[in-house]
């Protein structure tokens, strides 16, 4: 019962990227961070430090700049802030938190290590790289503190989790669809083309991608709320329109589960 961990380094486009993947018999997560511009976006989980240092030791960078939280793109932070002194930046919310030893469920210390405290700074609307100046998008949903970066000179979107996979099957517990509707919905106001995701790594169409998502989302709300109007309970729309269980549900006792989905679009109308 021991944690495998691997990597793998590629560059597209002008962005070099790792990709880590932890599995433990056949669960597999993969997490990636991106160098641009001397920019690192996310620093990847406590669990593949070890895996990215080669990574970061051959990166050029001035700033870290972080899409949310999670420990999964914050646990390499630490790291690179006592390393190399690079500042790091973030949404506003999140540094207290951050600044803190990190207090999540066992089993994502398993599969994510320990994110170690770090000090961050407020990140603010906009940025500047050696070449670009970036677009810091709210984009909460996923997170609270979740933020996408458009790096205006390239069209590029780093979208942190709110892409992933264009059909959402399970979100977390605090998850909100709704939330994550809008937040889609405004980054498709901006001029983008590629996009950078956390998870799903490189997406050459991301703007067709983030569409297809929406789309699905907004049929998922539909489904959801007529059912819920027919009168049945978020028990039932979700045995109804999530027949299959999933393996993440178990495993995180429920944590990820397609039932928020659900509930979460159920509760917004009530509100
Ligand atoms: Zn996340």
């Known amino acids: 019962m021991f944690l495998k961990t691997k990597s793998t380094q590629d560059e597209v486009s002008n962005v070099r990227f790792v990709n880590g993947v932890v599995q433990l018999n056949s669960v597999k997560l993969n997490v990636y961070c991106f160098e641009t511009d001397g920019v690192l976006i996310d620093t990847g989980s406590q669990s593949v430090a070890e895996e990215f240092k080669p990574f970061f030791a051959q990166a050029d960078i001035d700033q870290v700049v972080i899409t949310h939280a999670h420990e999964d793109h914050t646990g390499g932070a ?50 500047k790289s050696r070449n670009a100046d970036w677009t810091v998008i709210p984009t909460p949903g996923h997170a609270k503190d ?29 998850e909100s669809i709704p939330t994550i509707i809008s937040s889609i919905e405004k980054t498709l106001s901006y001029d983008f083309g590629e996009l950078f995701c956390c998870h799903a790594g490189y997406v050459k169409d991301g703007r067709v991608a983030l569409q297809k998502k929406l789309l699905y989302l907004q049929e998922l709300r539909g489904n959801t709320l007529a059912l ?35 509930r979460s679009i159920v509760n917004e109308g009530n509100e």
């Open 78 to 127: 630490q790291f690179l802030q006592t390393e190399y002194g690079l500042p790091i930046f973030m949404n506003e919310m999140a540094i207290e938190e951050c600044a803190q030893k990190a207090y999540y469920p066992l089993y994502r210390k398993y599969f994510w290590g320990a994110r170690r405290p770090f000090e961050a700074r407020p990140i603010g609307e906009t940025f």
């Open 228 to 262: 819920h109007k027919k009168g049945y309970g978020v028990r039932e729309i979700h045995s109804q329109l999530f027949p299959k269980k999933y393996p993440i549900t178990y495993f995180s006792f429920g944590e990820w589960n397609s039932i928020h989905i659900n």
């Open 146 to 174: 979740h933020l996408a970066f458009l790096n205006n000179e390239t069209g590029q979107l780093f979208s942190g989790d709110l892409y992933v996979h264009p059909k959402t099957k399970v979100i977390l517990r605090d």
